[in-house]
């Protein structure tokens, strides 16, 4: 074996190119590294090679910045070129030092032109012109069109790269045309020293195809004609070979014989045959196959990286082409013996061929397309990583997703994406409409609907709904506020009496519009707060909307109360991905809110997040690998902070995450609504998401953040330009939720926790009817207003922590305190609010919040109820168990008549409370309930208990 085989293949003739150009290789020398150690003398390029380099890396995104009013071609195009170019100038010293034989970088025209002999004929005219290096060559492939192109070229005085040949005949047509446009140009008096021309002979495809036929055969003889078996099984892995030692054999004797030898002595330079697509595609082959058994006078042989790594560590440079020459003739005949037609099989390889290339180019100027969006939008810009130890964990998972062609099959609608499961595979297929809502949601209709409300009757819109039906018009009514000659928005995602009460006191029932809003039309909270406005507006269904999925029993009801209208959202978009759709977007039109403002925020988010965005330039998949791989390392609890005119932001995406992710004993939990607090008060289990307008008063928030980053806290800030950003928000946190399921292996679109607590409450409610109340159950302790209420698995490892730590067991202050001194590393305590939320309790509330997080360093979650129960109430049981819950219930001061129902409004709250306790404790978690023994008047005061706890756990801490 020589001693660098790269090299010393040029002593018998060869000469090895590089199958690979990229703008990183050659700017950081790896390219000039290629020519002084391996020996390289050239390079070839082709659609593919670009398409990878371009399309699905971030090296030409700068260049890219300074071209985005271009089209896509014109983009490519300038990028190419300027890497041909620079390649050139690398190769200049070779072409001029072998008096033009080798120095050569090769540029294809492009493929969709390939069918188009004038079009071919200019476009490699033009490209010879605009590279503007005399060692460029232009590809041209070898198809019926291609081959009077390539004479014509020829006799125009460019160098041509003949690519795509695998017929014996095809490349005789080749060299044929070579010879013939030499002639014209000698003829005309031309320069033929200077013109330089390879034929692509494509090797491993040939094999591939052929050894396919061929294991065929073998199996349709198996164990009836073992001859067959056995002629079959020879020819395994030779065709390749065989076939390029007979076109060789027809190259040395058209540029060694008497035609071509007056453009010999005019200076020609025979048209070498190049060995392409040497590569082996078969592992059980060796790696170095096509090389090893190839090399030989006047050839060339382009090699990928991998390939010739591979060669220089064991290949063997040795004169091998011209040998047994005779024996390739017979192997091709041995094929034809067995029922293998070679010339239909390279015929069909060069369609193929051709078909891959416009393939790829078009998936380049797609890509090219969707990153120059990007770019154009500033996305990647507006966000700002700081990961601390985690950076390349993260940028492994993005490359792991990028191999899986993760963005793809998303767009494609692959539920295989997420679980292998048939069922499963089906059910998520049907819940991927999200991606679609720019095209499934009618824009005009919403527009029309805006236009009828615009300074009418209406004063108050009432929306009634839950979860993924309420959190995102929420979300748009908090952020933009009343808007001129438009209504209020009212949002009830509650059965407490007080709440209800406080909105039905707060409109005019003859001037209000009520959106009834429900993804499966039968949400029991939803239908109560109908009944209850129905009859208060007097049945009028003009003043009604609905908003739910085909089919459903809502559907029926609106057309047969004559509702005011009706949109029916498309079924395959689940509820807390539904902002984009009517579930968001009908809200949004009925407020006054700039629909073509909030439709431009979505698009070009959608866009930045588009099927041919590679992974590095891609906003949605970066945060989503994000979110799953921090999760994955113990980083499982993401606080979200948010920019004070989007400050309720944070509640949609605790839904869409909390819901998503939260099953099969893993997820994601997210933190909203608390304060920043100092780095003392966190835990290593955290992740910190900032999302930051601009011209906002962010100076406190920024701060905070800047101290848990330089704290080590992994950190990511996204900046908003306007509050009108939370659109494309909604799109960016579904995307990147959809791949941080991905990688936590779980089914991010159901949800198989959440029926346990409604079915709980549905058998409480069954109960009640049958005995005229609920269950009733005894207190484990009572004092200060407050009543406890637990199960001994709960309560008995309280009562040994209680004698361990010397607290009061027959106390709430000492019980409360041992379970706050009780939590592991990775614990996170949430506290959960059967009241209803005024201004009064919700800063109470928020007090104990930061007190125990600061107490215990644990993340601290706070929601109301039932609307938790449609948001975090999923990741509560299905998620791991590392949740302390706290529920807080109270005595209604009033109740409310739910119409044509056997219980109240006030029976359903309670037996949610009763049902959702119960289902947690089924499920193992450490729950109890804390009743306040009056109405909401002594809730503030009641929860003073709580902080005698936290003092007495704070004090046994220092």
């Known amino acids: 074996m020589a001693e660098n085989p790269t090299v010393e ?58 071209l985005l009013e271009l089209d896509p071609y014109d983009i490519y195009e300038r990028l190419a070129v300027r890497d041909i170019q620079d390649a050139l100038d690398l190769f200049r010293p070779i072409y001029d030092r072998t008096s033009g034989r080798d120095g050569y970088v090769s540029l294809e025209v492009s493929p969709l032109i390939a069918n188009d002999t004038a079009t071919t004929i200019a476009e490699a005219r033009r490209l010879f012109e605009v590279v503007d290096r005399p060692n460029v060559m232009i590809k041209i492939p070898s198809t019926p069109e291609g081959i009077p192109a390539i004479e014509e070229v020829i006799a125009s005085g460019v160098s041509v790269n003949v690519t795509l040949i695998f017929a014996l005949k095809n490349y005789q047509e080749v060299a044929e045309a070579y010879v013939r446009g030499l002639e014209r140009r000698l003829a005309a008096g031309g320069d033929v020293s200077k013109i330089a021309s390879v034929a692509s002979f494509f090797l491993s495809r040939i094999d591939v195809m052929i050894d396919r036929m061929l294991e065929n055969n073998i199996r349709a003889a198996q164990g009836r004609d073992l001859d067959r078996v056995t002629s079959n099984r020879n020819l395994l892995g030779k065709a390749a070979i065989a076939n390029a030692k007979v076109a060789y054999k027809h190259f040395m004797r058209v540029f060694n014989g008497e035609r071509f030898k007056a453009l010999r002595e005019a200076g020609a330079m025979p048209q070498r045959v190049l060995w392409a697509s040497t590569g082996t595609k078969n592992p059980a082959y060796p790696d170095t196959m096509y090389l090893d058994e190839l090399i030989g006078k006047d050839t060339v042989n382009t090699v990928p990286p991998a390939t010739l790594k591979a060669f220089k560590d064991h290949g063997t440079a040795a004169e091998t082409l011209p040998k047994n020459i005779g024996d390739a003739e017979r192997m091709l005949d041995m094929l034809a013996e067995v029922g293998i037609d070679i010339d239909d099989i390279t015929h069909q390889l060069q369609l193929d061929g051709v078909a891959l290339f416009v393939e790829s180019f078009e998936s380049l100027l797609s890509q090219v397309d969707a990153k120059r969006n990007v770019l154009r939008s500033g996305l990647m810009a507006r966000q700002n990583l700081a990961l601390s130890i985690y950076a390349e964990q993260v940028h492994e998972a993005i490359a792991k997703l990028e191999k899986e062609f993760a963005n793809q099959r998303i767009w494609a609608h692959e539920g295989s994406l997420w679980k292998d499961n048939a069922a499963v595979i089906t059910k998520v297929e049907n819940r991927l409409g999200w991606l679609d809502v720019l095209t499934t949601i009618d824009r005009a209709r919403l527009q029309g609907l805006q236009d009828s409300v615009r300074g009418g009757i209406f004063k108050h819109v009432v929306l009634l709904g839950m979860g993924g039906s309420s959190l995102a018009p929420e979300v748009l009514s908090l952020t933009f506020g009343k808007q001129d000659g438009f209504p209020d928005l009212h949002m009830l995602d509650t059965t407490d009496p007080v709440r209800i009460k406080e909105v039905t006191d707060a409109i005019d029932p003859a001037s209000s519009l ?8 039968g949400t029991v909270e939803t239908s109560s707060l109908y009944q209850h406005f129905w009859k208060i507006t007097g049945e009028k269904g003009a003043q009604f909307i609905a908003i739910t999925d085909p089919d459903s029993d809502l559907e029926k009801l609106a057309r047969d109360k004559g509702f005011r209208d009706l949109y029916l959202n498309p079924a395959d978009i689940g509820g807390r991905y539904s902002a984009l759709s009517y579930f968001g977007m009908v809200p949004a039109a009925l407020i006054g809110l700039d629909l073509n403002a909030l439709w431009a925020s979505a698009e070009e988010m959608a866009q930045g997040c588009g099927a041919n965005v590679p992974a590095s330039s891609h906003p949605g998949l970066q945060l989503g690998a994000l979110l799953g791989t921090l999760g994955l390392q113990g980083r499982d609890k993401i606080c979200i902070y948010c920019s004070p005119s989007i400050s309720s932001f944070g509640n949609w995406i605790e839904q869409l995450i909390a819901e998503s992710t939260g099953k099969e004993g893993v997820g994601l939990l997210p933190v909203v609504g608390a304060t920043v607090g100092k780095p003392h008060d966190y835990s290593s289990d955290r992740q910190i998401i900032y999302l930051r307008v601009d011209g906002d008063d962010n100076d406190e928030i920024d701060a905070g953040i800047k101290m848990l980053r330089e704290a080590g806290h992994p950190r990511v800030t996204l900046y908003l330009p306007d509050k009108f950003a939370i659109a494309g928000e909604f799109f960016r946190w579904e995307y990147a939720t959809a791949i941080a399921g991905k990688i936590l292996n779980i089914n991010p679109f159901d949800e198989p926790n959440v029926a346990e607590a409604k079915e709980a409450t549905s058998r409480l409610l069954k109960l009640y009817i049958e005995e005229g109340a609920l269950p009733a159950s005894e207190p484990a302790l009572t004092g200060d207003g407050l009543s406890l209420y637990a199960n001994e698995q709960f309560l008995n490892p309280l009562y040994e922590l209680c004698q361990h730590h010397g607290y009061d067991s027959a106390t709430l202050t000492g019980l409360l305190a041992a379970q706050v001194n009780s939590t592991r590393a990775g614990d996170y305590f949430a506290l959960l609010a059967y009241l209803p939320p005024t201004a009064e309790i919700n800063e109470a509330l928020e007090d104990i919040r930061r007190r125990l997080r600061h107490v215990t360093k644990r993340a601290i979650t706070l929601g109301y109820g039932p609307r938790y129960l449609h948001s975090t109430g999923q990741l509560h049981k299905g998620g791991p168990n590392n949740g302390v819950f706290f529920e807080f219930t109270y005595d ?18 309670n037996a949610q409370a009763l049902g959702d ?29 709580v902080h005698a706890a936290l003092d007495l756990a704070e004090s046994r801490r220092q």
């Open 9 to 66: 293949v040029q002593q018998y003739g060869q000469s090895l190119w590089l199958d690979y150009i990229h703008r990183k290789s050659i700017d950081s020398g790896e390219l000039q590294a290629y020519i002084d150690d391996y020996g390289i003398l050239g390079v070839t390029s082709n659609p593919s090679i670009f398409q990878k380099a371009i399309g699905e890396s971030d090296s030409y995104d700068e260049a890219m910045k300074t």
């Open 514 to 521: 009520f959106i009834v809003s429900s993804k499966s039309g």
């Open 892 to 909: 209604n001061p009033f109740d409310l008549d739910i119409p044509g129902s056997p219980y109240s409004f006030g029976t359903l709250k």
């Open 917 to 945: 306790l119960e289902t947690l404790q089924a499920h193992g978690r450490r729950a109890l309930r804390l009743h306040v023994h009056g109405g909401p008047d002594r809730v503030v005061s009641a929860l003073q208990a």
